[in-house]
């Protein structure tokens, strides 16, 4: 039995440059715990925590209106999380377990909402492709799309600060690959070399395809501030023999306020 759980809090800052530009830094804490109980071995238990890689987006509103809203943008993730954490002793940790990527990536990504009621209901849809560089250890992270898809719905007219939103999350991951050396175990010495330089190969037991029912609500208190809670519910996985997503949660805060004459 594999058990591995993450937890992600992220200071999400926006900021509007004009009226149709923007730009958007997330910096992410991570905490990964992990526990392997592999029939009678001894539990290797691992948990590492840190910045994780922080991503900087620039975005252009490309359609303004009353009821609609397009936005195209470009992101670029930073490699500021650790990429060298040890399981045990000198024992570099899988690379699924790392606090970063160890290499820069790029994030382009559109978002489009229109009002199909009025103040009342909004439909809002947004995808994302990442693409991460191999690093330095000859290990590069699969390719990434992500989708959304939902409505958000004020249901009651006398309580326009509760708002319902239901969703739909999709996830696909491209195989991760690596450079590396292959050895064959020996039982009675020291393993024997196959191959010294494995270029590039696509790691089976990785990348992925998911796809979540995502109910929730947020509330506006006072016009203070925003706070949303938001559950993923699996509906289908397909995870190529590895660790499958269970439910997860999401929440947090939501404050706009004026700076330097700008709009945040």
Do not use: C
């Amino acid at each position: 039995r594999i058990e591995t759980t993450t937890r992600t809090a992220t200071l999400d800052l926006n900021y509007g440059l004009t009226e149709r530009l923007g730009i958007q830094v997330a910096i992410p804490y991570k905490h990964v715990e992990s526990n392997a109980q592999i029939g009678g071995l001894v539990p290797v238990p691992y948990g590492e925590g840190g910045l994780g890689d922080i991503r900087a987006s620039l975005k252009y509103n490309v359609l303004p209106t009353l009821r609609s809203m397009i936005v195209v943008g470009v992101g670029v993730d930073f490699p500021t999380g650790s990429y060298g954490r040890f399981a045990q002793g000198d024992v570099l940790a899988e690379s699924t377990l790392q606090i970063g990527r160890g290499n820069f990536g790029i994030v382009p990504m559109l978002y489009q909402t229109y009002e199909l009621i009025p103040h009342r209901v909004n439909q809002f849809a947004s995808v994302s492709y990442r693409h991460t560089f191999k690093n330095s250890d000859g290990y590069k992270f699969g390719d990434e799309v992500s989708g959304a898809l939902g409505l958000n719905v004020i249901p009651l007219e006398q309580t326009p600060w509760l708002v319902v939103t239901q969703q739909f999350n999709f996830r696909w991951m491209q195989n991760d690959a690596m450079d590396a050396s292959l050895f064959q175990f020996n039982p009675g010495g020291a393993p024997i070399l196959l191959d010294p330089a494995i270029k590039f190969r696509a790691i089976p037991t990785t990348g992925s395809t998911y796809v979540a029912y995502s109910p929730g609500v947020m509330f506006n208190v006072m016009n203070f501030a925003s706070f949303y809670f938001i559950a993923q519910i699996p509906i289908h996985r397909d995870f190529n023999g590895n660790l499958q997503q269970q439910i997860s949660y999401i929440f947090g805060m939501t404050k706009s306020f004026q700076l330097f004459g700008g709009t945040s």
